[in-house]
């Protein structure tokens, strides 16, 4: 690896982490009514990296670029289903509850 090679990925894996520590205090300070909202704009977020891993498979040459175009695919695609999912299961917790000896609404 060469002298800016090893500089780049020093500078990129700093970026990570710095991002990995920072995520980590904005998301542990959210308030609780805050959550489902959040998490519904990360699933949009994750669905924009869909399309751009979609983008760079399309374009990609070479086997590092398609593998990394994969792997941001696979990882976007889980947290959109995963998010999804609890999503849904926490608007369901709002929904209001038949009182008993009422009849439960046909879907």
Not at 83 to 94: I, P
């Amino acid at each position: 690896m060469t002298d800016v090679g090893s500089l780049v990925f020093v500078v990129e894996l700093t970026i990570l982490v710095l991002a990995a520590f920072l995520g980590f205090e904005v998301i542990s300070k959210v308030p609780t009514m805050l959550h489902t909202p959040l998490m519904s704009g990360t699933n949009f977020i994750h669905g924009i990296v869909i399309v751009g891993a979609i983008l760079v498979l399309g374009e990609a040459d070479d086997t590092y670029l398609k593998t990394i175009g994969f792997i941001a695919m696979v990882l976007a695609t889980a947290n959109v289903v995963g998010g999804w999912f609890v999503t849904d299961r926490m608007l369901e917790m709002f929904k209001r509850r038949p009182e008993p000896g009422e009849r439960e609404p046909k879907k």
